[in-house]
Nanobody
Framework: QVQPLESGGGSVQAGGSLRLSCAAS????????MGWFRQVPGNEREGVTT???????MYADSVKGRFTISKDNAKGTLYLQLDSLKPEDTAMYYC???????????????????WGQGTQVTVST
């Protein structure tokens, strides 16, 4: 069982950057589909990006060109680099793991059984 633990959230002005980390396990990052999701209170959870065992990545249109997902299998850690942040990126960001080697095309939270507690990202104008 994987217990992801996120860190790195915070408050930043629009146009700024943050780097989120998710400590999982070396086995998980090496073998599973890993992803980042975000949620604003009162809204549905939104898929942000995923990375497969093989390094194939997918991004939501809203973050393409601004966010970058990566992983360090030796450290068992997943990362999310957030650049050119906008106020609409404000949300709780969650790390998730899917115990399959590939990720489905649709960024769907229901495909991920393992979730972290989240880290808050707040972007001000």
């Amino acid at each position: 069982q994987v217990q992801p633990l996120e860190s790195g959230g915070g408050s930043v002005q629009a146009g700024g950057s943050l780097r989120l980390s998710c400590a999982a396990s070396a086995y998980a990052t090496s073998n599973y589909c890993m992803g980042w999701f975000r949620q604003v209170p009162g809204n549905e959870r939104e898929g942000v990006t995923t990375i497969s065992r093989y390094g194939t990545t997918m991004y939501a249109d809203s973050v393409k060109g601004r966010f970058t997902i990566s992983k360090d299998n030796a450290k068992g850690t997943l990362y999310l680099q957030l650049d050119s942040l906008k106020p609409e990126d404000t949300a709780m960001y969650y790390c998730a793991a899917r115990p399959w080697d590939t990720c489905v095309v649709v960024l769907r939270g229901s495909d991920f059984p393992y979730w972290g507690q989240g880290t808050q990202v707040t972007v001000s104008t």
